[in-house]
């Protein structure tokens, strides 16, 4: 079970979220600021993670979360924040 909180609707910024219709901790999808990607997974290889990100999800009920990985390679951004 899940302690994560599930929203609906566009997430905040484009990135990778935490996101399925299933509630699941390890898929995760790319948000393009339209639309959602087919799902991913951790162990994916780079290369089959950015097809999937370039791929659209034919469904519309996605829910994501914010959770974010303690140990992520990268931080969290929101790209409308960064200062250029």
Avoid: Q
Avoid at 8 to 18: A, E, I, R, S, Y
Avoid at 55 to 84: G, K, Q, S
């Amino acid at each position: 079970m899940s302690t994560r909180t599930w929203h609906k609707g566009p997430p905040p910024h484009v990135g990778w979220w935490n996101a399925n219709s299933i509630r699941s901790d390890v898929l995760w999808r790319w948000w393009n600021g339209k639309g959602w990607s087919l799902p991913s997974i951790d162990d994916f290889d780079p290369h089959v993670a950015a097809r999937r990100a370039a791929t659209p999800c034919a469904f519309d009920d996605i829910e994501w979360t914010d959770y974010w990985p303690e140990n992520a390679r990268v931080p969290r951004v929101n790209p409308n924040e960064v200062e250029t």
